[in-house]
């Protein structure tokens, strides 16, 4: 191994570790008898007849300073996991990476402005950006890259400034890779953000003050719009020396002026509170993030992996299934071109294919 290699692999691991690599530092109440950790093998905490409304009510995710994942029980030891992942665990997807091919994404303004009604366009990574009758909303816009040695596979190629200026941008949690604040500011330090609780001394800093903050189950309506903060299994960090979930993570639901009512998953790991959201809400089309899922033994606590999505989607009740968080950056050991072809096979095997709608970068698309 050649030191700049060394070096390279160094960086790396420290990068894993800010964006997704100290999980096992995440603390968790437990649930009353929810029997995790008895060899059924599951890598959430069953929820065993909790409703999440009323956990969310009883403010069980909240403890003095930080916030609690009540659907996970990871073990500590989160930078140890990291190193076993990025230098002692065989990558048997390195033989695919060729294939991984750097694609300058363009986007047509004339589509993403003239069309009436809803469409959505998958800009990068898990940024997307959704038109909803007479205003767009923005998702985790993530522009640029992340870290010199993180290479970027779907780089823009036209100035962001000329898209339409959204009026809300949703925040789903504190990762690098979803919270990026020169993407933010855009369009100026006026535009209204959504983002969870946790995240002022950030903003602040950034000088963004037109937000609003929700926790679990708190919504914000506005112009014929709601739109509603869900909780999902995941956690969030910023600074490996400060710790983790010092702000809140979770999923949106847009029930849009339109009329379609769409779920945006956030990163999450699978977990059994998919079927309380279906059963609460009615669920025209459901995007998930499908991305950094492999190897299992260490994504599975927080990223699902093509079939857990597919179950997902399936207890959620939903109509329609699109993937984002592919396609860019190559966060996971699969490659990054993979997604797309791994949820159309595990939606092929369940007879699902006809209700996937392919999100591809820079295209826009109409719903319904």
Avoid at 67 to 89: A, Q
Avoid at 135 to 144: E, N, R, T
Avoid at 146 to 174: N, R
Wanted: aromatic share 12%; net charge negative.
């Amino acid at each position: 191994m050649t030191r700049r290699h060394f070096i390279r692999r160094l960086l790396q691991s420290a990068a894993s570790a800010s964006l997704m690599g100290f999980p096992g530092a995440c603390a968790s109440r437990p649930l009353a008898n929810n029997g995790y950790g008895d060899g059924t093998g599951l890598a959430y905490r069953p929820l065993n007849g909790t409703r999440m409304r009323d956990l969310a009510t009883r403010k069980m995710h909240h403890r003095q300073g930080e916030f609690l994942n009540p659907f996970s029980d990871i073990p500590n030891g989160g930078l140890g996991r990291v190193l076993k992942w990025k230098w002692f665990t065989k990558n048997h997807f390195k033989q695919y990476y060729s294939d991984d091919i750097p694609t300058p994404v363009t986007v047509d303004r004339g589509a993403i402005v003239d069309g009436e009604g809803l469409s959505i366009t998958l800009l990068k990574h898990a940024g997307i950006l959704i038109k909803d009758d007479d205003a767009f909303i923005l998702i985790d816009p993530v522009f640029g890259g992340l870290f010199w040695f993180i290479e970027d596979f779907s780089p823009l190629a036209f100035d962001v400034t000329t898209l339409p200026q959204p009026k809300h941008i949703l925040v789903t949690h504190g990762h690098y890779d979803h919270l990026d604040a020169a993407s933010l500011g855009t369009w100026g330090n006026g535009t209204h953000v959504i983002c969870p609780l946790g995240y002022d001394d950030l903003f602040n800093d950034w000088g963004m003050t037109h937000r609003t903050r929700l926790d679990w189950y708190e919504h914000h309506y506005e112009d014929g719009r709601e739109i509603i903060f869900l909780p999902c299994n995941h956690w969030t960090m910023r600074n490996p020396l400060v710790g983790p979930n010092t702000a809140l993570w979770g999923s949106y639901l847009i029930r849009t002026k339109s009329g379609a009512c769409i779920y945006i998953s956030g990163d999450t790991g699978f977990f059994d509170g998919f079927d309380q959201i279906g059963e609460e809400f009615d669920i025209d089309l459901a995007i998930f993030n499908l991305g950094a899922y492999e190897p299992r033994w260490f994504m599975a606590p927080s990223h699902m992996n093509p079939e857990e999505t597919v179950t997902a989607f399936l207890d959620l009740k939903a109509r329609h299934l699109s993937i984002a968080h592919w396609g860019t950056f190559r966060l996971g050991d699969e490659p990054v071109h993979w997604p797309p072809m791994a949820i159309r096979q595990a939606l092929r095997e369940r007879q699902l294919e006809d209700r996937y709608l392919e999100l591809k970068h820079g295209r826009t698309v109409s719903y319904p």
